[in-house]
C-alpha cells in the first residue's frame, strides 16, 4: 500500500445560503469513507458526501451583525480591513490597515474604542497583515511592515512587542500556539528570494516555522510547495508573475496541530508542531482538469478591480503566459470552534470562494456549504459566522451570520 506524500522536510534539515451537512440517516449500502493506516500514517479517504435528504445546518439569508458605513461617523469606515475577531464577550475587534488602528465594537455594533495608530513604537504599526485571539486573554497584531507581533490585552492595551529574526524574510501570520509562540510561513519561497528559479512555470518549497517568544527561530515545521509563479523576460531582464490558476499552500493552526496543502490534489496533511505528519485528508475521484472556461473565469477574476484602460494590456500578459495543467485542487483553510476543517473552493484573487467543503475532525467528509458572495470569513463559531462583506463599491462592511445546526445531526 503506497501513497503520494506533500514534499516535506522534517525540523532539521454569494444570497440564499443553505448548508448541507450531515445526515440525520445513515447511508447503509456503502460507507462513504474509508479509513486506513500507511506506515503510521492515518489515512482518511472520502468519495462523496453522506446523504442529505432535508437535513443539514441552515445559513441566516440576512446578517445578524453588521458593522460599517460607506458615509458617517470615520470609525465606523474601513479602510483595507485585516482581520476580524470576536472575543468571547461578545466584542468585535476589527484590525483596520488603513488607519493602523485595532477598532472594537459591542455585541450590538456600537463604538467602543480604538487603539493603535501609525508609527515605530510599541502599539504603533505601518502595515497590520494579521490578528488573532489567545492563547489567555489576549489579542495579537502581526506588522508585516515592521516583521514584528504585538501582543495586547483584551482591552486593547499593547503587552510586548516581538520582532522575527533569523532568515526568514516575507513571512505572513499563520496563528499562535498553546505556549505563546507564533507559527509563520514564507510568502515566496527561498529559492524565489535567491533569484535561482528557472523561466516558466516554477514553484519551490516554502518554510511553515515556529518563533519563540523572543522572536528566535524555535523550530522549523516543514518544507512545502510554495506560490507557483511564472518567470518571464521584459527588456532583457527575468521578471517574476502570478500565474492564472496558480497554486499555493494552504495553512491553518488546530490548536498546536497544523493543516498544510500543495493544492495539488484534493490531500490536506496535518502535522504535528515538529513537522511530524499524522493524518492525510483526501477526497477522491475530484476532476482539475483544466478547461478553456476555467481560464476565462480567472482572467474575468483578475481583471476585475483593473481599470478598463489596462484590460487590453494586462490580458495580453496573461495570455503569453504557460497554465498550468491541472487547477488548483481547493483554496483557503480555516477550523470552526468544533473542530471542523472547512475547505474553499479556489477562486483566483480579488475573487472570494462561495463554495466550501466541510470535513470533521477526524477527517471524515460533511458536505457543502455555501456563503455570501464578496465575503471572507475570518472566524467561524458553534453558530455563526464572521466575515467582511464588499459591496458592489468595494466598501467593506464586517458581517455575522447565523449557523442553525438544530435540523442536522452530524
Known sequence: MTFRPMLHVDRLGRIVLAVTLGACAKDTTSDPTVVRDSAGVQIVESTRPPRTE???????????????????????????????????DGRIVVADAGSWELRFFDSQSAFLAATGRRGDAPGEYRQIAGLGYGPGDSLWV??????????????????????????????????????????VREYWSSGAHAGTVKSGLSREPAAV??????GATLDTIGLYPGREIYIGSEGGRAVMSAPLLARNA?????????????????????????????RLIRLLNVDLRVTEGDIERAVAERLVDEPPERHAMLRAHLDAMDVPETRPAYGRLLVDAQGNLWVAEH??????????????????????????ERYHIHQIGEDWILGVWRDDLGVEYVRMHSLDKRIGVL
Open 347 to 372: 477562486t483566483s484573487y480579488p475573487a472570494e470562494p462561495v463554495a466550501w467543503r466541510v470535513f470533521d475532525s477526524d477527517g471524515r467528509l460533511l458536505g457543502a456549504v455555501q456563503v455570501p
Open 250 to 278: 494552504s495553512i491553518v493552526l488546530w490548536g498546536d496541530e497544523v493543516y498544510v496543502g500543495d493544492q495539488e490534489r484534493f490531500e490536506i496533511g496535518l502535522y504535528s508542531r515538529s513537522g511530524v505528519l499524522e
Open 54 to 88: 432535508d437535513a443539514g445546518w441552515r445559513v441566516g439569508v440576512e446578517p445578524i451583525l453588521q458593522i460599517g458605513m460607506a458615509e458617517g461617523p470615520p470609525e465606523y469606515q474601513f479602510v483595507r480591513i485585516e482581520g476580524v475577531v470576536r472575543l468571547p
Open 209 to 214: 516555522a515556529v518563533y519563540s517568544g523572543d
Open 142 to 183: 502581526y506588522d508585516f511592515g515592521h516583521r514584528r507581533f504585538t501582543v495586547l490585552t483584551a482591552a486593547g492595551d499593547p503587552a510586548r512587542t516581538m520582532n522575527l529574526g533569523g532568515a526568514l524574510s516575507a513571512v505572513g501570520a499563520v496563528g499562535r500556539l498553546s505556549d505563546g509562540s507564533f507559527v
